[in-house]
């Protein structure tokens, strides 16, 4: 059994900031990319940033020179920082990894959400 838990969303101004934790517990041999990723309402589910084990790191568009991801593979978690943020950052952010465990394939897991509201 995986479980990834996420915090650190809530309620902020436009041009505020939040940072949001997600941690990997349970049965883990090792964890590829880590990422999260972001759903408003009425829209499909998108990738905001992922991060590679080495490290590697990709951002959508939109959040490029704001959000920042990084990661501490000792304690299997990954953090998003974000900055300067926009009523259009509003959404429910999902954590997601890639996780290999004993005996068991790489397989995604993915987080509760949460959720994310800038006002204007």
């Known amino acids: 059994q995986v479980q990834l838990v996420e915090s650190g969303g809530g309620l902020v101004q436009a041009g505020g900031s939040l940072r949001l934790s997600c941690s990997a517990s349970?049965?883990?041999?090792?964890?590829?990319?880590m990422g999260w990723h972001r759903q408003a309402p009425g829209k499909q589910r998108e990738l905001v940033a992922r991060?590679?084990?080495?490290?590697?790191?990709n951002y959508a568009d939109s959040v490029k020179g704001r959000f920042t991801i990084s990661r501490n593979n000792a304690k299997n978690t990954v953090y998003l920082q974000m900055n300067n943020l926009k009523p259009e950052d509003t959404a429910v952010y999902y954590c997601?990894?890639?996780?290999?465990?004993?005996?068991?394939?790489?397989?995604?897991?993915w987080g509760q959400g949460t959720q994310v509201t800038v006002s204007s």
């Open positions: 349970g049965s883990i041999f090792s964890i590829n990319g």
């Open positions: 997601a990894a890639e996780i290999t465990g004993p005996g068991t394939d790489l397989r995604s897991y």
């Open positions: 991060i590679t084990s080495g490290l590697r790191t």
